[in-house]
């Protein structure tokens, strides 16, 4: 397992800057515990060229999960012991292992060519590193497992930096969070966070309305 950024095209120059430049606490304020606590797990946020440009790679979890059912997310999950170090090539071989799984991916077209920090998911006690990809040899891709997995869709990148389909969640709890509408989805929390940030630090970012809001009930 190897991170490489040779032969990338040249608009995701900028995605690479990002990874080789931005800290910790500017992508969240939700640390991974100094404790060590917390489940070690990874999430895939796979690049690829579609009809209308650079797209990502998204699937909807299915609503019967214990954790995050129901909602958009980047193709990941824990690690297995398998997949090897936590702190090494580890969270490389489970993000590529997961989206297999979900989606059916097939990972010889995946080329990795970055880690963003670790991060922490609170409600789920998730410690979450994102492995960013390269879709070099696009393949099919769909639900594998219903229980799993409700829908497998990609994104364009025009859509997530397009104003009118930005917004802002409010949760009873008080929590605010970026959002984006997009293919009849709701993307918001963890995956909708990274995708902010990398908007933000790629310079891809356009000028949205921040008080656009969209409710969340307790239940999400």
Do not use: C
């Not at 969640?169 to 970026?178: A, C, D, F, L, Y």
């Amino acid at each position: 397992m190897v991170l490489r950024k040779q032969g990338l095209p040249g608009w995701l120059d900028p995605v690479v800057r990002v990874v080789e430049t931005v800290q910790p606490r500017q992508l969240s304020r939700f640390l991974p515990p100094q404790d060590g606590a917390g489940r070690q797990s990874a999430v895939l946020v796979l690049f690829g060229e579609g009809e209308r440009g650079p797209e990502l790679l998204l699937m909807e979890r299915a609503g019967s999960l214990r954790s995050h059912a129901g909602q958009p997310s980047f193709p990941g999950g824990a690690l297995d012991p398998e997949d090897g170090d936590p702190q090494g090539d580890g969270p490389l071989r489970a993000a590529l292992r997961e989206a297999e799984e979900e989606t059916g991916l097939d990972p010889s077209g995946v080329q990795l060519f970055g880690v963003l920090p670790t991060l922490y998911i609170p409600v789920s006690g998730f410690v979450v590193t994102s492995v960013l990809g390269w879709w070099r040899e696009p393949s099919p891709v769909g639900v594998v497992d219903p229980n799993e997995t409700a829908r497998v869709f990609t994104v364009p990148v025009a859509d997530l930096t397009d104003p009118a389909n930005r917004a802002t969640t409010v949760h009873p709890s008080g929590h605010r969070g970026p959002a984006f509408l997009v293919e009849s989805a709701l993307v918001w929390g963890f995956t909708a966070g990274v995708i902010d940030r990398l908007l933000h630090f790629a310079g891809w970012e356009r000028p949205w309305d921040r008080e656009k809001q969209v409710p969340l009930d307790w239940r999400s």
